[in-house]
């Protein structure tokens, strides 16, 4: 144990108690002068010490004041509660257990005042359980008395160092707080804005296209070439926009449903989402490789979408190549298992990459392949949704590889498909 702290002393029955006038009226305070008050830096370190036996209360005060900080020393546990509420300190330093001081009681009341006070328990042998139900009401640590300054410093530096960081974890916690209340209201936002769309924007949309297909059916031969041609351009255009809308309502409601998260097979998913092109005649000659593909953790319903998004883009944009392939594989890095999706089709420039998942941006013009430009956006909403990444990798003429990892919660230990497959069109949807 460290010795007790030695300082110069007058009695405790002197007029002076650490240089400064101590009348009777202040119970057992040790006031600090204005003077030295005025001269004080707001961003010194306020102590207030409480102790019944006035020579270390007047020791520890005079020492701490000579490390820097500022002291208010109390015998007297209603009083130091007094200045507690008209002053801010940092730190309550106390006794635990006095016969005319109940440590535990002003700790309850200290922290009811002001629950970012960092307190210390001084304690001794005979007060060891005192100094365990101290720190279980809220003190940060406890010293046992008697101790030198070359001890109490450090825990005080270490009191309120943690005292700091709960005060800064409670602001950012405030923040996040602020930020989801933030984020609710722009989710509600979204979601009257998706209901304006399903209704007030559709139904005009639908009874200018109905209307514009019903004077074509019944006029067309009727109108001057000119005006045929206009027509033809209304009847695509309104197409066109019911196909944006009922996108950006389905990117809508990726982010409502909430996920249910459960180990999948993904050669499962992929199986499901080719369903979708096994018949179609555009595809017919496309030769579709699938490897092997890690089990994985997450929402069944979303990544099939992902899969069905990324394969439709394959097979879109391979279309035209004279021998289309598209290949499904998984990479095995340290990094965890990365799932892809190739073809060897148009590709596109990657200086324009950074806007390939961006909702309803196409790199490729209008009249080139059909579709939205919303497929993209949806995977990456999807994956992110994962706490995944989604990127690609293209040359432009010679195709585009599409890779996305999911988190680590999601990663699946083992592969459900032995081996790799590989089929050449036409599709047979049993043998995959």
Known sequence: MATRMQSAIPDASSPSFAGVPLPTETK????????????????????????????????LCESLNEQGYVTAGFREAKAALIALRGSKFDALLTVSKKPDIDGIELLHSALKIDPHLAVIVMTSEDTVTS?????????????AKPFGISEIHPVLTRALAVNQLRKENLLLEQRRRAHTAELETTNKQLEAFGLTI?????????????FAELLAERSRAELPPESQHYLDFIIKKTDHMQQLLTDL?????????PLAVRPLSVSALVEKALEDFLYDPLYASTDVIAGDLPACVGDAALLQQVFANLLSNAFKFSSKKAFPRVEIGCEMTASGNTYFVRDNGAGFD??????????????????????TGGGLAAVKHIIERHHGKVWATSTAGEGSTFYFRLGDANEGKQSDSAASVRHSGPFIAGNF
């Open 131 to 143: 100094a365990v139900e101290a720190m279980r009401v809220g003190a940060m640590d406890c010293i």
């Open 249 to 257: 309502l389905h990117f809508y409601q990726l982010g409502q449903q």
């Open 350 to 371: 990657m200086n324009r990459a950074e806007k390939l998942f961006t909702v309803f941006h196409r790199l490729h013009g209008p009249g080139a392949f059909p579709g």
């Open 28 to 59: 057992g305070r040790v006031h600090i002068p204005e003077t030295q008050r005025a001269n004080v830096a707001d961003t010194r370190v306020h102590i207030l010490v409480v102790d019944n036996e006035a020579t270390h209360l007047h020791a």
């Open 198 to 210: 399903s209704h007030d924007l559709r139904a005009p949309l639908r009874a200018i296209a109905g």
